[in-house]
């Protein structure tokens, strides 16, 4: 059975790196390791104490990158593992596998070594990254490989091991399997990140308390005081001027804190092994019920003289004998003779293709959520000063309608019928249409804070406010028909919105962030509109070059 667990990961990890997204994904571990070990000149930080940073030997640039990677990781590789089980379904090898006698605990348990692979190679990747960046600052050239590679090891690994089994659980949970799950993994993230680095968390949290009060032991025996040296902070931060530097040997984990790692990954093998509760493994007997018949079978029809449904196409009951007459086929011609034609719709073909696309996005849309829509608008219209409603109300409707802005430049191939509409002679019009209905969502839900800031007089809100409706769809269409995927628009959408809602002005796209004038103190307006342009180039251009290439 061991072998199998293992031959099933491994098969599986070798599909999922010959992916092109796969590369991008240790392209982008690689920018994180550049990021997390800055020049010593640079204005930005992701670990410090205070005004010190470590000198760049192989403890302080392995632990800096391996934190960095703790704190990340757990984010981006969730939405990288996390179609384990959807795509086994997509394919029909599920359908293959539910055949066997391939225990449901013996699946589980190797798709989650599989997604444990593919986020170990990407600690891999920045592991050897934390090597070179050692070697190109310069500060230290002698290399410590057990220095460099045990935060790896013992600190980003099981966090990356809990990743993995979350994803998996996602999966097997109907209510969480879609972009609700995906959402809710974001908040569950930064919970986990805050809460993880307290001194109090549970399991050891993500593991920073030890490596701080060892950082605090290097300061002191540099001779400075660790209690006027400054807090600790861990995350992309900005500095004023180049932090100063000491020499750290690195931290040497206690057995209580190994414990608490241990601990970690067997709590991530429970929730891997829980779900064999409840996960039919693809078997529709197991499901909510089975289909009625199979696609290309015909149901049991008493005219065939035998139970079992009849393959089309077999000769079998496929039409009347030869040499018998069949006077059906007299009529047939007269029954066709005249074939109803379309009938022909007055006004704009782009009107019409807009409606259709709206439909198309909206489609499913429960009444509650349109609730949700009413009553924002409603409260906007009642909150004062008319600030409040910019800074709170306006990011609360602007990441309502997250799951379906997701939807835009995907649904056609996640459906199959992209080959369909390859037909289409109007490439363009198809895609101002599906664009132009993600800008009517946008402005729907934003419309209670953007009628607050006429009644207001907030001509600049009111500017950010439509470069804004402007911006989502252009970002949601540009990411779905790169991907084809929604989890990359959610990836990246939610981080900017939040950024946005704890006043990081940097990512502000919708104006809701105001200076002491209360004028909008985010992103500019000019860089808003050429950004949007520049996206919908590359939505264009990217349509043009598929439809050559068909």
């Known amino acids: 059975m061991p072998g199998t667990v293992v031959g099933l990961a491994v098969g599986d990890f070798r599909g999922r790196v010959r992916r092109p997204a796969y590369a991008v994904v240790l392209i982008a571990a690689v920018g994180l390791g550049y990021?997390?070990?800055?020049?010593?000149?640079?204005?930005?930080?992701?670990?410090?104490?205070?005004?010190?940073?470590?000198?760049?030997?192989?403890?302080?640039?392995?632990?800096?990158?391996?934190?960095?990677?703790?704190?990340?990781?757990?984010?981006?590789?969730?939405?990288?593992?996390?179609?384990?089980?959807?795509?086994?379904?997509?394919?029909?090898?599920?359908?293959?596998?539910?055949t066997t006698p391939l225990r449901t605990w013996t699946y589980l348990v190797a798709k989650f070594l599989s997604s444990v692979l593919v986020?170990?190679?990407?600690?891999?990747?920045?592991?050897?990254?934390?090597?070179?960046?050692?070697?190109?600052?310069?500060?230290?050239?002698?290399?410590?490989?057990?220095?460099l590679l045990s935060p790896f090891v013992y600190i980003a690994l099981p966090l990356m091991v809990c990743t993995a089994a979350a994803a998996l659980l996602f999966e097997t949970i109907p209510l969480l399997r879609a972009g609700l799950g995906n959402v809710l993994w974001f908040f569950v993230w930064t919970v986990l990140v805050l809460a993880g680095q307290s001194p109090e968390a549970p399991l050891g949290g993500i593991g920073v308390h030890g490596v701080v009060q060892s950082l605090g032991a290097g300061l002191a025996e540099q001779g400075?005081?660790?209690?006027?040296?400054?807090?600790?902070?861990?995350?992309?931060?900005?500095?004023q001027e180049p932090l100063k530097s000491f020499d750290w040997q690195g931290f040497d984990p206690d057995p209580a804190f190994l414990l608490g790692r241990y601990a970690l990954v067997a709590l991530a093998l429970g929730l891997v092994l829980l779900p064999a509760l409840w996960f039919p493994r693809f078997d529709p007997a197991r499901g909510r019920g089975t289909r009625a018949a199979a696609p290309g079978l015909l149901p049991r029809s008493a005219g065939t003289g035998h139970g079992?449904?009849?393959?089309?196409?077999?000769?079998?009951?496929?039409?009347?004998?030869?040499?018998?007459?069949?006077?059906?086929?007299?009529?047939?011609?007269?029954?066709?003779?005249?074939?109803?034609?379309?009938?022909?719709?007055?006004?704009?073909?782009?009107?019409?293709?807009?409606?259709?696309?709206?439909?198309?996005?909206?489609?499913?849309t429960p009444l509650w959520w349109w609730a949700g829509?009413?009553?924002?608008?409603?409260?906007?219209?009642?909150?004062?000063?008319?600030?409040?409603?910019?800074?709170i109300l306006l990011p609360a409707a602007w990441i309502w309608p997250v799951l379906i802005w997701s939807r835009l430049g995907t649904q056609r191939h996640e459906h199959g019928v992209e080959a369909l509409l390859g037909a289409y002679p109007a490439v363009r019009g198809r895609t101002a249409a599906?664009?132009?209905a993600g800008f009517l969502l946008t402005a729907a839900a934003g419309l209670g804070p953007a009628l607050r800031m006429v009644t207001g007089a907030d001509t600049q809100g009111l500017v950010h406010w439509f470069l804004g409706a402007l911006f989502i769809p252009s970002l949601a269409l540009l990411l779905g028909t790169l991907s084809r995927t929604h989890r990359l628009f959610q990836f990246?959408?939610?981080?900017?919105w939040y950024g946005t809602?704890?006043?990081?002005?940097?990512?502000?796209?919708?104006?809701?962030?105001?200076?002491?004038?209360?004028?909008?103190a985010g992103l500019p307006p000019v860089f808003l509109a050429v950004a949007v342009v520049m996206m919908l180039s590359v939505v264009f251009l990217s349509g043009a070059a598929r439809r050559a290439t068909s």
């Open 35 to 98: 990021l997390a070990t800055p020049a010593p000149e640079s204005d930005w930080v992701v670990m410090q104490v205070g005004d010190y940073r470590g000198t760049y030997n192989s403890a302080y640039t392995g632990m800096v990158v391996a934190l960095a990677a703790t704190v990340w990781l757990p984010l981006g590789g969730f939405y990288v593992v996390r179609n384990a089980l959807a795509r086994d379904e997509a394919t029909g090898v599920g359908r293959l596998l539910a």
């Open 119 to 147: 986020l170990a190679s990407m600690l891999g990747v920045l592991a050897v990254t934390a090597l070179v960046m050692q070697w190109a600052r310069g500060e230290t050239m002698a290399v410590d490989p057990v220095r």
């Open 224 to 239: 400075v005081d660790p209690g006027t040296a400054g807090e600790f902070s861990l995350g992309l931060t900005q500095i």
């Open 308 to 364: 079992g449904a009849v393959p089309v196409g077999a000769g079998a009951v496929a039409g009347p004998a030869a040499g018998v007459r069949d006077d059906r086929a007299e009529a047939r011609p007269a029954a066709f003779a005249h074939p109803p034609r379309t009938s022909v719709t007055s006004g704009s073909p782009a009107l019409r293709l807009l409606v259709g696309e709206v439909r198309i996005l909206l489609r499913g």
């Open 373 to 391: 829509v009413l009553v924002l608008a409603v409260v906007s219209q009642l909150v004062t000063p008319a600030t409040g409603v910019t800074r």
């Open 434 to 436: 599906e664009w132009g």
């Open 492 to 496: 990246t959408y939610l981080p900017l």
């Open 501 to 520: 809602v704890n006043g990081l002005a940097a990512v502000d796209f919708m104006g809701a962030i105001r200076g002491a004038d209360g004028s909008p």
